[in-house]
């Protein structure tokens, strides 16, 4: 990471406070290193780790995560950041279970106006992110919303946590980036009516048709009747 990266994420998680996002407490430097002292989750590691153990949590479980997950975004983008490598890997719990954000190196501002719509000044280039996590826009290298791009990696994990497998997986890169790009993707059996509408609103190839965090926030599977996770 160069330096310029790492001053820019130690700017961003000094910027955000929240229950569901990894806490930042100072930083220390010699001559040749620079330490982040960040929060400690001592649960059971990544929820990556707990997807491959149980082979998918199923709609309630993975409601009762994404539910967390959507906070802990929501608070990001009010604060006017984006963090552009959502995925299981970067998702950590704590003792209690509580799912936390972490890992915004790959993180950078947006315009916190309000705007639905950025225009092309104030949209982001970089392509980055993890590959089956990377929304359409992303690949297609002509400027982005970093908010939107969020919220497509965030269908995709909702569908990896409820189902146990991607969305998009194929075995070559250009065979993967061509479904991403066209929004080819399935549905098992078993799954709910509202969990697809849902999926199926999220993972929209132009973002101006995307569902935004408020809209998710009243979508019908959203807020129904949330279970433990455990």
Not at 101 to 113: K, T
């Amino acid at each position: 990471m160069s330096s310029r990266q790492c001053q820019a994420e130690i700017a961003i998680m000094r910027m955000i406070k929240h229950p569901r996002v990894v806490q930042f407490y100072e930083v220390l430097a010699s001559k040749t290193k620079i330490y982040l002292v960040l929060e400690l989750v001592t649960g059971v590691g990544e929820l990556f780790g707990l997807l491959v153990k149980e082979k998918g949590f199923g709609e309630d479980k993975a409601r009762f995560f994404f539910h967390q997950l959507v906070e802990g975004v929501k608070c990001c983008h009010e604060q006017g950041i984006c963090h552009r490598d959502l995925k299981p890997e970067n998702l950590l719990l704590d003792e209690k279970g509580q799912l936390k954000i972490s890992d915004f190196g790959l993180s950078s501002f947006h315009d916190s106006s309000g705007e639905v719509t950025l225009t092309s000044s104030k949209m982001m280039h970089t392509t980055c992110g993890s590959p089956n996590y990377v929304s359409p826009e992303v690949l297609d290298g002509e400027g982005y919303d970093g908010r939107k791009a969020d919220i497509w990696s965030m269908g995709v994990i909702l569908y990896v946590m409820t189902t146990g497998r991607l969305p998009f997986d194929e075995p070559t890169t250009s065979e993967l980036f061509a479904k991403i790009q066209t929004a080819s993707f399935t549905f098992p059996k078993g799954v709910s009516g509202s969990f697809k509408d849902l999926v199926s609103k999220v993972l929209v190839v132009n973002p101006r048709e995307r569902l935004q965090l408020a809209e998710i926030q009243e979508s019908p599977w959203y807020r129904a009747a949330q279970a433990s996770a455990n």
